[in-house]
């Protein structure tokens, strides 16, 4: 069986997508011309903080700006930009070159909820799982690995959300 992994960023909802990993039913020759009977798995595998380039943009426009002891991983800085998000209603995936003005505003922002009370991060998430049609969504803590089907999403995303920070 095939095997399609994404990679979802906790903090930012941005996906990664690593290789496809292809099973020796696809890979052999003989069989190539044989019905396929391989089907791909999908995968979201949840990643708690920043992607990759959203950390070094925020890292570029700390340095950038002079700010001091900066660190996109901490909790107070995921909360401000949750809060940020939230004030510009954002329910979506932010891109990296739009951050700048989340280390510029770093200070006491309000987070402000959905109409429904949930939060802008969860309906992020849970829009990148819906775009990606997942089998199974798994999440790697200190304790192990959390498997759950695609119908269990909601419960994943609140977990992930929950230890974020504990």
Known sequence: MCKQVHK??????????????????EKS??????????????????????????????KAV????????FSPSTRRFVEHYWAYKSQ????????ATELKEVVLT??????APTDDGTRYEKHALEAQ??????D???LFTDKGMIKVENSK????????LHSTFN
Request: hydrophobic share 35%; charged share 30%; aromatic share 8%.
């Open 8 to 25: 979802l960023f906790s903090a930012c909802a941005h996906v990664l997508d690593d290789k496809l990993d292809k099973c020796s039913e």
């Open 88 to 95: 510009k209603s954002n329910l979506y995936a932010v891109e």
């Open 129 to 134: 799982v819906r775009r990606l049609e997942p």
């Open 153 to 160: 999403t909601s419960l994943l995303v609140k977990k992930l």
């Open 29 to 58: 020759l003989l069989k190539s011309f044989k019905k396929k009977t391989c089907k791909t798995t999908v995968v979201v595998e949840f990643v708690q903080g920043f992607c990759t380039q959203c950390r070094d943009t925020l």
């Open 62 to 69: 700390a340095e950038k700006q002079g700010v001091r002891g």
């Open 106 to 111: 770093m200070g006491n922002l309000r987070y």
């Open 136 to 138: 199974f969504l798994q």
